[in-house]
């Protein structure tokens, strides 16, 4: 099993539609979690972090559910300009081991 | 703003040569760095774990005396991609979080090498 995992996609949704994605996490020790949003041929920026509390921006809720071991990210109301993969990444042992999940690639469109 | 910047953001070469990309944390110092590699239409891979002062720890499969890692600095690390080749050309990414929990990691804004 992965250490982090994630649906590929890629989840095609009209703009206005609400959509969600979820990663799930082997190791119960894990710390620290964050959404990344990486558009094409560039970096990755951060998103959000996940708190234990579930935690809001805007349109973008992000969830920990550590009975389950995974996070959640809610888009609501989609835009064109959400068209991205979106990365997990968590932290375990500290902040030196960091786990990325493959990336949901999700493609709003009009 | 940035707060790690990676250098050169793009780079050809031929064949044979070698290649430095630089990674710098900006307003932090970071013990640790990682370094990734992406494809086209894949997932970043990451490729080795940078500590300042001492080896870096690299992932099964990618080899050592291929891409030398240097991090002599708490601000900077360096990933050489030696004797280049075709192969090598992808997209190249190092980030640094802030030596403390629940720090997120900051990206570079990448590399892309082009080996002819």
């Known amino acids: 099993r992965k250490e982090v995992e994630q649906d590929p996609g890629p989840f095609n949704v009209p703009e206005g539609a609400t959509v969600a994605f979820n990663c799930t996490y082997s190791n119960s020790a894990s710390q620290s979690f964050f959404w990344y949003r990486q558009d094409c041929r560039k970096e990755p920026k951060l998103l959000m972090s996940?708190?234990?509390s579930g935690n809001e921006d805007g349109r973008f809720t992000a969830q920990l559910n550590r009975a389950s071991q995974y996070i959640s990210l809610l888009i609501r109301d989609s835009k064109l300009s959400d068209s991205a993969t979106y990365l997990c990444?968590?932290?375990?042992?500290?902040?030196?081991?960091?786990?990325f999940g493959t990336g949901t690639k999700l493609q709003v469109i009009p | 703003g940035a707060v790690v910047s990676q250098h050169p953001s793009w780079v050809i070469c031929k064949s044979g040569t070698s290649v430095k990309i630089e990674c710098r944390s900006l307003d932090f110092q970071a013990t640790t760095m990682f370094w990734y590699r992406q494809f086209p239409k894949q997932s970043l891979m990451l490729m080795a774990t940078?500590?300042?002062?001492?080896?870096?720890?690299?992932e099964q499969g990618v080899e050592k005396d291929k891409f030398l890692i240097n991090h002599a600095s708490l601000t900077l690390s360096t990933l050489t991609v030696t004797s280049a080749h075709p192969e090598d050309s992808s997209f190249y990414i190092c980030?640094?979080?802030?030596?403390?929990?629940?720090?997120?990691?900051?990206f570079g804004n990448g590399t892309r090498l082009t080996v002819t």
């Open positions: 996940v708190y234990s």
């Open positions: 940078s500590n300042e002062g001492s080896k870096a720890t690299y």
């Open positions: 990444v968590v932290f375990s042992g500290g902040y030196q081991k960091v786990t």
């Open positions: 980030s640094a979080s802030r030596d403390s929990a629940n720090s997120p990691l900051h």
